[in-house]
């Protein structure tokens, strides 16, 4: 299905509409710019438009539910990721997508925003982190890695217990960063094209298992947000390239069985540490 993202807090209900409903009906509520994948609808109901849409609380993990498009106080609920400053990207009718950060198709071991409780040790500026603040791919070792966009090396480093070796590349409208590389081909200053080779995914520093973590940052951002001024890359990055895992899709929508032979999806990998790197000195 289409990803969309929340413009506000939403709450999640387990069946279309508001009016007489029980209390249990609201799930949760999405926090504003959750990414969701949309499962079924649009049903009219209440006078309001709803879609079926999985996705991830923050807390609370992976949650399936209906949430309405609009309200007529808060306007627009859902709506597709705002496009990157000065470019085109990202818009689903063209297919105009940043390049994925690695050739071919990869499941994902974990989304934007879970395990809120194990990542709320780490922060940022010191303010904790409310989710895991990017996206990992399961990456065999040695994977190449490349430029989502042009972009210049900004920092090239190394945490023992936390992101391994990694790269923060700038671009003309933010970041991107890659992490537990087993190999970096790069320096500071460096000049890359979007799709070049600059490294190879690996399991260095406090990860769990082989992968890439990928996350964007968009200008202007600030990093005592609690997520480092990061944002969800996965509504940037073609569909083409990545898995969505099965706890946020519908199962037994035989569309979506097709559409994705995996649907069983890879294991979920423990949450990786982001070590005890000084908050301020976090790239």
């Excluded at 509520?29 to 959750?34: D, E, F, T, Y």
Aim: proline share 10%.
């Amino acid at each position: 299905g289409d990803l969309a993202q929340t413009t506000d807090f939403v709450n999640v209900r387990r069946s279309p509409g508001v009016a007489n409903k029980p209390g249990d009906d609201v799930l949760g509520a999405l926090l504003p710019r959750s990414t969701v994948v949309i499962l079924d609808g649009s049903e009219q109901v209440d006078g309001l438009a709803w879609w079926r849409v999985g996705g991830i609380l923050v807390p609370g993990g992976e949650v399936r539910g209906w949430v309405a498009e609009a309200t007529p106080a808060a306007g627009a609920l859902l709506r597709y990721a705002p496009k990157l400053p000065g470019t085109g990207v990202p818009d689903p009718l063209t297919g105009v997508y940043l390049t994925a950060p690695y050739a071919g198709t990869f499941d994902i071991s974990q989304l934007w925003g879970e395990n809120a409780d194990y990542y709320s040790r780490f922060s940022y500026d010191g303010v904790p982190l409310l989710g895991h603040n990017g996206i990992d791919f399961w990456l065999p070792e040695g994977t190449p890695v490349q430029a989502v966009d042009g972009a210049v090396v900004q920092q090239v480093g190394f945490e023992q217990d936390g992101f391994g070796n990694y790269v923060l590349l700038r671009h003309p409208w933010g970041e991107s960063i890659y992490a537990h590389l087993s190999g970096v081909d790069v320096s500071q200053g460096q000049q890359l094209a979007a799709g070049q080779v600059f490294g190879r995914s690996g399991n260095t520093g406090g990860s769990t298992g082989p992968h890439l973590h990928f996350a964007i940052r968009i200008d202007p951002y600030q990093r005592t947000d609690g997520w480092g001024g990061f944002s969800d890359p996965l509504p940037y990055l073609p569909p083409e390239s990545y898995r969505l895992p099965p706890y946020i899709l519908d199962q037994a929508a035989p569309s979506l069985a097709a559409a994705l032979p995996s649907l069983a999806g890879a294991p979920r990998m423990a949450p990786p540490s982001m070590g005890n790197i000084p908050s301020e000195l976090r790239p």
